[in-house]
C-alpha cells in the first residue's frame, strides 16, 4: 500500500511544475494540474482512514530516502501512517482540494493565478510532510515548509504593505515558537540519544523522574522537553501569547484563511502534542500548562470576537478560541477529543471562511460586517452554507438524537475536562463561559450580515463597485433572485446587487456543509468512545480509556450546560442584533472600557509593539547606523574605495604630461633602487 | 665556430633582415601604392622566420661565441613576437587608409623591430642585448609618431623617444659597469663573476640594467610614458607597442635575471618584487578614471606586467614557465582588446575612444560586446576564462617560492583591477545604447577577434596542456 506516497507527493510534483511552469503554463493548466492533483491525493487518502475506522487499517512506516547520517544522528525520510495520520491526511487533502476548487472561482481575476496555486499545492505537501513524519527532523522540515507557504500566502498580495507587514509578522512570531520547538528537538536527541518518534516515545516512560540541567538548575527532564515542544505548538497554533500574528494573517486572499488559518496549519500544534501524547503523559506540570494556556486562549480569544467588525477577523478570533478547546483537552488528557474536534473543527471553520469568503465576493471585497446586513435573499446559497457552520461552531443539537458536528466534539471537551476533575474542572468553566461568548459571536454575524436591512451604501468597497460600471458582471449570477430591486432601489443598498458565487466556489461550500453536519454524528462513536476509541486509535495516542468512560458518566447537568449557553448566546445576540439594534451602542456608551480593552485585543499588540518591535528596532538602527554604515562601511568597502578613487586622482594629477616630470619619476625610482641595495 | 651554423641558427633575424631590406627596395621604388603588397609579404617573411624556428634556429644552442643564443626559450618568445607583429601589420592598412597616411614603411619598420626584438630574446651578452633592443626602439620611435603630421601621434613619438633615450642610457651605464667590475659583457661570464662576493660596482650595474630593462615593460616607476604614447600613437602601433615589445621586453628581462645575474637573485628579487607589487596597485588604480580605452588598456598593460613579474620574482623554473604562460595568454587578451578597439568607428568610420561610446553596445553589436566582454572577465582574472589560469601560476610560482605575501597582496590587488574592467562590461551591457558603431568590414579582424576570444575563453582550457609543457621545456632552457 504505498498510496502514502502518491498521497504526499503529487502535490510537490504539482506545486514545482505549476510554479515554474507559471506563465509559460498558463492560468488553466496550472489550476487543473494542482487541483487534479489535489484531488487524486484526496481520493487516496479516505480509503486509508476508512481502513483504520473499520479495524483493518494496520500502522505501517514507508522508508523513503536517507536524509543524515552523523554519529547517533539517523535521519531518514519516511512516511509514516496510522490512525492519527490517517485522520489529518483527510483533514488535509480533502479541505485543500476543495479550497483549490473554491479558488477557481474567488481568484478568477487575479493576474499570479499559477503561483497561487503552487504556493497551495506547495503547502499541502509541506503539511503531508509534517503530519507523516516518523521523526522530529522530519516533522520541523514540514513544520517549517508551512510556515514558509503560509508566508508566501499571506503576502501573496505582496504589492499591499498591509499583506506584506502581516506576512513577517506570520513568520517572525512562528520563529520564537519554532526556537522552542528546535530546542525541544536538541533536548530530546540529548536526552534520548534518537529523533525517531517511535523509540522516542517507547523509551519516555523510563526517562520520568529524571533531572535535566538547564541554565544552570535542575529541572525535570520530561517536563522541560515537553515545554520546549509545546511552545513550538504555540507560536503555530497561535495561542496566547503567541496569537498575534493569525489575526493579521487574514490579510491572505480568504481560501488561504480557511485552508491554513483554519483547518490544517494551526491545528499542527494539537497534531503534535497528541503525537508525542506519551512524552506529555510523563510530565503532569507540561500538561497543567497546556491546559491553562489552551484555557485561556480559548477564553481570550473569544471575548476578543465579540467586538471584532472584521468578518474575517471575527472567524479568525474564533480559530483561536476553538484551538484553545483542542489544547485544553490534550491537556486534561483527552487526545482522542482534541483530535476529534480538530476534525469536525477543520470542516466547519473552512466551511465559515469559505462563506466568508463568498460573502466579501459578493460585496466586492467589502470585508467590514457594518456594511453587510439583509444579504440572506441575495446570496441564499452562501447563507444556508453560513448557517449549517454556525450551527455546527455554536454545538447545536439533541443529546442521543442528533447533532451538528461540534456539538459532539465541542460537549466531549467540556465532559472530558469536567471528568478529569483539578485543573480540568476550572478548564470546564473556563469552556462553558467560551461556549457561551461563541455561541454570541458568531449569531452576531450570521445577523449582522444575513438579517436586518441593507447598508451597504456607506461601504467605499460598494461604492467604488457602482463606479467601476459593472465589474463583476461577467460572473455567473441569479439575477432572478432580486429582480424585485432592479426599479426601486431599496435605501441602504446605494444600488448594488449583490450576486451569489459561481459553481466551483459553492460546490466546496456543500461538501463542506455536509461535513459540518454529519462529521459528528457519523464518527464520534470511534473518535471519543471509550471502547471504539481504543481500537481506533490502536496505541497511536495516549488514549487514556479511563477517562473516556468518566466522561460519558459525568452528571446531566453538565452534560446540558452547553446547549443552554449556547442558547443564551443566541438570546443575547438575537435580542441585541435584531429586535433592539440600539443595545450595542448603549453597551458600549455603558462599558467604554471594557469594550476598548477588547477591542483591542487586550492590548497584546501594544504591549508587544512596545516591549520587542521598538527596541529591536532602535537596536536594529544602532547597529546599521552606527555599527554598519559609521563602522565597518566607512573604513572598510567604501573607505577602501574611496581611497582607491583619491590614489587614482593622485597618479593621474602625477601623470602630467611633462617630459621633465617622467624623467625625474624615473631618476628617483632608479635612485632608490639604487639607495635600498646598497643599504641592505 | 663555424659561422655557417650561426647563421642557421639565426636564420629568422637572417630572414627578417634581408626581407626587410629588400621590402623597403620595392617600397622605394614601387612607392605608397604597393603598400597592401608589401603588408602581405611581411606577413609571409614573419611566417618564414616563425618557420624557421623549427630548425637549428629553435634548439641548436649558442652561436657567434656565445653571443647569440637559439634555445627553446628564445623560439617561444619569438613566436608569440612573430604572432604579434604580423596580426599589427595586417589590421594597419584600413586604419592609415582613413587617415590618408597608409605609407609602405609601416610593416618595413615593424619587420625591423621584430630583428631588434629577436636579438633581444637571443641575447647571449650585453652588447647583443643593446644593440636588439636600440633597433627595436629606434624602429618604434618612428612608428610612435608615424602620422607625423597628428598633433597627438607626433608628441607621442617625441616623448617616446627622449624618455626611451634616457633609459638607454640607464642601460648603458648599467652594461659599462658589469663589463668594467667583471671584466666581460657575456651572460655566462657576469654569472660567473657574480658568484663569489657581490661588488658595489656590480650592484649598481644590476640595478642599473635592471632599471633600463624596466623602462621597456613598462613597469613603476619607469611607467610614467606608457599612458601617453599608448593614447596618442595610431590604434594599431598601439596594438604592436602592448604586445610583441612587451613580450620581447619581458622575456629578455627573465634570460638575463636568470642567466646573468642568477647568482645575485637574492640581490635583484626584491627590486622585481617591488616593481611587480608597484605595477599591479599603480596598474590597477590610476585605471580606475580613465575615460580613454587606449589609455585605460595601458594601464591595464603596467598592471599585467606586474603579475608577470610576480613569476620572475620567483626565480625557479617554475615561476619562469608562468612568466611564459602568462605573457602567451597577455598577448590574446591585448591583442583582442584592441582589435575591439579598432572596431569602435562612427558612421563615417572616424575612430572613437572614449568609453562612454561603448554604452548598449550589448544591443547595437552583440558579438562585439561579448567578445570584448570575455577580454575584460579575462584580463579581470575572472574564471573560467584562461586570464584566471595565467594568473593562477604566477601566484602559484610565487607561493611555491615561499612569497606567499606577494601573492596575497597581488591577489587583493586584483580586486581592484576587477573593477575597472567589470565597469567596462557594465557599460556595455547596462547602460543606455550610444549611437551604434559602424558595422564590421574586415573579415580579416573580425575572424582575428573571434580566434582571440576562443583561445582566451574556456575552450582555451585545451591549449593548457601544450602550454605547460611548452613554456617548462622553455624555461629550463635558462637553467
Redesign the interface.
Known amino acids: 500500500m504505498n498510496a502514502i506516497l502518491f498521497i504526499v507527493f503529487l502535490p510537490l510534483v504539482a506545486a514545482i511544475i505549476a510554479g515554474f511552469g507559471n506563465r509559460v503554463l498558463g492560468n488553466t493548466v496550472a489550476k487543473s494540474l494542482t487541483t487534479g492533483a489535489l484531488f487524486v491525493s484526496c481520493l487516496l487518502s479516505w480509503p486509508i482512514f476508512l481502513s483504520f475506522m473499520g479495524g483493518t487499517g494496520h500502522a505501517e512506516v514507508v522508508p523513503v530516502l536517507d536524509f543524515i547520517k552523523s554519529g547517533n544522528l539517523d535521519v531518514s525520510w519516511a512516511l509514516r501512517v496510522d490512525t492519527l495520520t490517517a485522520v489529518m491526511l483527510v483533514v488535509i487533502t480533502t479541505v485543500s482540494a476543495l479550497v483549490h476548487l473554491y479558488s477557481w472561482g474567488y481568484m478568477d481575476e487575479d493576474p499570479d493565478q499559477p503561483r497561487f496555486f503552487a504556493y497551495l499545492c506547495l503547502f499541502t505537501f509541506a503539511m503531508l510532510m509534517l503530519v507523516t513524519a516518523d521523526n522530529l527532523v522530519q516533522m520541523f522540515f514540514g513544520w517549517e515548509g508551512v510556515g514558509l507557504a503560509s508566508y508566501l500566502l499571506i503576502g501573496f498580495w505582496f504589492k499591499k504593505p498591509s499583506a506584506n507587514a502581516a506576512a513577517i509578522k506570520a513568520f517572525v512570531v512562528n520563529r520564537v515558537g519554532d526556537l522552542g520547538f528546535m530546542m525541544g528537538i536538541f533536548g530530546t536527541f540529548l536526552v534520548f540519544g534518537t529523533i525517531s518518534i517511535p523509540e522516542i516515545l517507547a523509551a519516555a516512560p523510563g526517562m520520568a523522574g529524571s533531572t535535566i540541567g538547564f541554565l544552570g538548575y535542575r529541572f525535570d527532564t520530561m517536563t522541560v522537553l515537553c515545554l520546549l515542544l509545546f511552545v513550538g505548538a504555540m507560536g503555530k497554533s497561535a495561542q496566547l501569547g503567541l496569537h498575534t500574528w493569525l489575526p493579521d494573517a487574514m490579510e491572505g486572499p480568504t481560501p488561504v484563511s480557511a485552508l491554513i488559518h483554519a483547518a490544517t496549519m494551526v491545528t499542527a500544534g494539537v497534531f503534535m502534542v497528541c503525537r508525542l501524547s506519551p512524552m506529555f503523559e510523563m510530565s503532569p506540570t507540561a500538561l497543567g500548562f497546556v491546559t491553562f494556556i489552551g484555557a485561556a486562549t480559548c477564553f481570550f480569544a473569544a471575548t476578543v470576537g465579540t467586538t471584532q467588525t472584521d468578518i474575517k477577523r471575527v472567524i479568525a478570533y474564533s480559530t483561536c478560541s476553538q484551538l484553545g478547546y483542542m489544547f485544553f483537552a490534550a491537556g486534561v488528557g483527552a487526545y482522542g477529543a482534541a483530535m476529534f474536534h480538530l476534525f469536525t473543527h477543520a470542516f466547519f471553520k473552512a466551511l465559515l471562511f469559505l462563506g466568508a469568503g463568498s460573502v466579501i465576493h459578493a460585496m466586492h471585497h467589502e470585508q467590514d460586517m457594518r456594511f453587510y446586513g439583509g444579504l440572506r435573499k441575495e446570496i441564499p446559497l452562501t447563507f444556508w452554507a453560513m448557517l449549517a457552520g454556525t450551527l455546527a461552531i455554536t454545538g447545536v443539537g439533541i443529546i442521543n438524537v442528533f447533532g451538528f458536528a461540534g456539538f459532539y466534539s465541542k460537549d466531549g471537551i467540556l465532559e472530558a475536562a469536567f471528568a478529569a476533575g483539578g485543573g480540568g474542572k476550572v478548564a470546564f468553566y473556563i469552556g462553558i463561559f467560551a461556549a457561551l461568548l461563541t455561541s454570541f459571536y458568531s449569531w452576531r454575524l450570521m445577523f449582522l450580515t444575513f438579517w436586518g436591512k441593507p447598508r451597504w451604501a456607506a461601504s467605499e468597497h460598494i461604492q467604488h463597485a457602482l463606479h467601476d460600471a459593472h465589474g463583476h458582471d461577467d460572473h455567473a449570477h441569479d439575477d432572478h433572485a432580486h429582480d424585485d430591486h432592479h426599479h426601486a432601489p431599496a435605501t441602504g443598498t446605494g444600488g448594488y446587487h449583490p450576486h451569489e458565487s459561481p459553481l466551483t466556489m459553492l460546490i466546496p461550500l456543500g461538501v463542506l456543509s455536509m461535513g459540518a453536519i454529519f462529521a459528528g454524528f457519523l464518527f464520534h462513536h470511534s473518535f471519543i468512545d471509550a471502547e471504539h476509541g481504543a481500537a481506533f486509535w490502536n496505541g497511536s495516542i495516549a488514549f487514556n480509556t479511563h477517562l473516556m468512560h468518566a466522561m460519558h458518566e459525568v452528571p446531566l447537568w453538565v452534560k446540558l450546560a452547553p446547549g443552554i449557553v449556547m442558547l443564551t448566546g443566541l438570546f443575547i445576540a438575537w435580542r441585541a442584533y435584531i429586535v433592539n439594534t440600539d443595545i450595542p451602542e448603549k453597551f458600549v456608551a455603558q462599558f467604554g472600557v471594557l469594550y476598548d480593552f477588547l477591542l483591542n485585543k487586550w492590548y497584546f499588540d501594544q504591549l508587544y509593539n512596545l516591549i520587542f518591535v521598538k527596541p529591536a528596532f532602535a537596536i536594529g538602527r544602532f547597529f546599521w547606523k552606527r555599527g554598519d554604515q559609521g563602522t565597518i562601511d566607512r573604513f572598510g568597502p567604501n573607505g577602501l574605495a574611496a581611497l582607491v578613487v583619491k590614489g587614482g586622482q593622485y597618479s593621474a594629477r602625477l601623470q602630467s604630461g611633462y617630459l621633465a616630470s617622467y624623467a625625474f619619476v624615473m631618476l628617483i625610482g632608479l635612485a632608490a633602487a639604487a639607495t635600498w641595495a646598497m643599504t641592505r | 665556430m663555424n659561422y655557417v651554423a650561426s647563421l642557421m641558427m639565426s636564420l629568422p633575424e637572417v630572414i627578417l633582415g634581408l626581407g626587410a631590406l629588400a621590402l623597403l627596395m620595392v617600397a622605394a621604388f614601387a612607392g605608397d601604392t604597393s603598400t597592401r603588397l608589401v603588408s602581405w609579404l611581411s606577413v609571409a617573411l614573419l611566417a618564414a622566420a616563425g618557420v624557421s624556428l623549427l630548425g637549428p634556429a629553435g634548439s641548436g644552442g649558442e652561436a657567434f661565441y656565445g653571443l647569440y643564443r637559439a634555445d627553446a626559450f628564445a623560439a617561444f618568445a619569438k613566436l608569440l613576437i612573430y604572432i604579434a607583429a604580423a596580426v599589427s601589420i595586417l589590421i594597419a592598412p584600413r586604419f592609415f587608409e582613413k587617415r590618408e597616411a597608409l605609407r609602405a614603411e609601416y610593416p618595413i619598420l615593424i619587420v625591423l623591430a621584430a630583428v631588434g626584438m629577436g636579438m633581444m630574446v637571443s641575447a647571449g651578452d650585453l652588447l647583443t642585448l643593446y644593440v636588439g633592443l636600440e633597433l627595436n626602439s629606434l624602429s618604434s620611435y618612428v612608428l610612435a609618431s608615424f602620422m607625423r603630421r597628428d598633433q597627438r601621434s607626433a608628441e607621442a613619438g617625441l616623448?617616446y623617444f627622449?624618455?626611451g633615450a634616457?633609459?638607454s642610457g640607464?642601460l648603458l651605464y648599467g652594461i659599462s659597469l658589469l663589463y668594467g667590475f667583471t671584466g666581460t659583457t657575456l651572460f655566462d661570464g657576469v654569472a660567473v663573476a657574480m658568484k663569489d662576493d657581490l661588488s658595489?660596482g656590480e650592484?649598481?650595474g644590476?640595478?642599473?640594467v635592471?632599471?633600463g630593462l624596466a623602462?621597456k615593460i613598462s613597469a613603476?616607476?619607469?611607467h610614467?610614458?606608457t599612458?601617453?604614447v599608448y593614447e596618442g600613437a595610431p590604434t594599431p602601433v598601439t596594438t604592436f607597442f602592448a604586445s610583441a615589445p612587451k613580450v620581447a621586453a619581458m622575456c629578455l628581462t627573465v634570460r638575463i635575471a636568470v642567466e646573468a645575474m642568477g647568482p645575485a637573485t637574492d640581490?635583484w628579487r626584491?627590486?622585481v618584487i617591488?616593481a611587480a607589487l608597484a605595477s599591479i596597485?599603480?596598474g590597477?588604480?590610476?585605471?580606475?578614471?580613465q575615460t580613454n580605452i587606449k589609455r585605460l588598456l595601458a594601464y591595464s598593460s603596467i598592471n599585467n606586467v606586474g603579475f608577470a613579474l610576480v613569476g620572475l620574482a620567483a626565480g625557479t623554473a617554475e615561476g619562469v614557465s608562468a612568466v611564459l604562460t602568462y605573457m602567451a595568454v597577455y598577448v590574446a587578451m591585448t591583442l583582442g582588446s584592441f582589435l575591439c578597439v579598432l572596431q569602435m568607428r562612427d558612421d563615417e568610420g572616424n575612430h572613437l575612444e572614449t568609453i562612454q561610446s561603448l554604452s548598449g553596445l550589448s544591443r547595437t553589436r552583440p558579438a562585439l560586446a561579448a567578445a570584448l566582454a570575455i577580454f575584460m572577465f579575462s584580463l579581470a582574472g575572472i574564471p573560467p576564462l584562461l586570464g584566471f589560469w595565467a594568473k593562477f601560476l604566477v601566484f602559484d610560482a610565487a607561493v611555491g617560492a615561499g612569497l606567499w605575501p606577494l601573492a596575497a597582496i597581488g591577489i587583493a590587488a586584483s580586486v581592484?583591477g576587477a573593477?575597472y574592467y567589470l565597469k567596462i562590461i557594465k557599460t556595455m551591457y547596462f547602460d543606455e545604447p550610444a549611437p551604434a558603431y559602424r558595422a564590421s568590414d574586415s573579415y580579416i579582424e573580425s575572424g582575428l577577434i573571434a580566434l582571440c576570444a576562443l583561445i582566451v575563453s574556456p575552450l582555451g582550457y585545451f591549449l593548457i596542456p601544450v602550454l605547460g609543457l611548452v613554456t617548462m621545456n622553455a624555461a629550463i632552457a635558462l637553467f
Open positions: 616623448k627622449v624618455l634616457l633609459a640607464i658595489t650592484l649598481f644590476l640595478v642599473f635592471l632599471a623602462f613603476v616607476p619607469f610614467m610614458w599612458p601617453d640581490a626584491q627590486i617591488f596597485v599603480l590597477a588604480v590610476a585605471a580606475i578614471g581592484i573593477f
